[in-house]
């Protein structure tokens, strides 16, 4: 698997530098973002591994998967019991990059005592749950002058689709969160709303140290850009073409973190177009447009 983040996600090695312990700045008060609710002319075509890509099944049965979300009954617990399994399978280290981006590789170096940084915890994470046949891809975050600041302008977090709850909801397997509203799963949109809003009702599920208050103030400055590529296969050579999802009146950004440039980027302002229905199909099925977005399970 190439290292999809950076075609669209320009800043494989410095995307995520900064520490868990460490807020880059201090927090400000956030407004809610705009977005268009009404899709783009043209669609994306997302393209997502089915579980029995053969990938994805030596992942699966070399990691014992099935048997890590033994027990577990709804799309949300089994999200959840692997974003904790991945968060401790190393230490992060935000300035230690994988040579090979792909979570076997990734894994197996793991297993020799190597430690990596945001962008692999999502490759994972990523990987196991498309394994156990919940559609995933990483999303990349960026703060609002992401163009200008010198170091820490990014982070890497999983969103998954729950075929129970028919959405997209985020995990952060660096910190082991997954965030609730209200009881119930959220997005990126979502959070960065909560948040803004002060909303009561947001809080984390997770099964290590992490304190919501603090995981909260870190990533809230990150909640600005979100882009993710538009092919989420595994096992295959894959298109380096990612969508970028832009507050209304934003400034479409071109550069990451002053001098690395941002190419085969695609900008959208709808979020109906940025979070597109996975096909639910037959194996060997063509793919076929649902909404407005079209997703290809291959």
């Known amino acids: 698997m190439m290292y999809k983040a950076l075609t669209g996600v320009v800043l494989l090695a ?35 591994s089915s579980a029995d890509e053969p ?19 709804t799309d949300l617990d089994k999200a959840r019991t692997l974003c904790t399994w ?21 894994l197996k170096d793991a297993d020799l005592g190597h430690n990596f940084q945001c962008i692999e915890y999502s490759i994972v994470l990523s990987g196991v749950l498309t394994a156990m046949g919940m ?5 990349y975050l960026k703060t609002a002058d992401s163009e200008t600041r010198r170091e820490g302008a990014g982070h890497a977090i999983t969103e998954v689709w729950l075929r129970d709850q028919r959405k997209w909801v985020m995990l952060d397997a660096q910190w082991d969160v997954v965030p609730l ?4 799963p959220v997005n990126v949109i979502d959070m960065q709303k909560a948040l803004a809003t002060d909303d009561p009702g947001l809080r984390i599920e997770t099964a290590s140290n992490t304190r919501a208050k603090t995981y909260f103030n870190w990533l809230s400055p990150y909640l600005y ?11 295959v050579k894959t298109q380096p073409s990612s969508v970028m999802l832009v507050p ?3 400034k479409y950004p071109t550069v990451f973190q002053r001098d690395t440039p941002i190419r085969r980027m695609r900008y959208t302002n709808s979020v109906t177009s ?19 977005g079209t997703t290809s399970l291959n």
């Open 14 to 48: 410095v995307l995520c530098g900064s520490s868990p312990a460490v807020a880059q700045r201090p927090v400000t008060k956030n407004q809610p973002l705009e977005f268009a609710t009404t899709a783009d002319p043209t669609s994306y075509t997302f393209q997502f």
């Open 181 to 184: 509203l209200n009881n119930k």
């Open 135 to 139: 559609p995933a891809r990483a999303v």
């Open 274 to 292: 940025f979070y597109p229905t996975p096909v639910e199909m037959l194996v060997g099925n063509a793919a076929k447009q649902t909404a407005p």
């Open 55 to 73: 990938y994805l099944v030596t992942l699966r049965e070399n990691y014992a998967l099935n048997d890590i979300v033994a027990g577990q009954t």
């Open 225 to 235: 850009y979100f882009d993710t590529v538009l092919d989420n296969r595994f096992g």
């Open 86 to 106: 991945v968060h401790n399978r190393w230490v992060h280290d935000g300035h230690v990059r994988a040579k090979k981006p792909d979570p076997l590789s990734i």
């Open 248 to 250: 209304k009146g934003a």
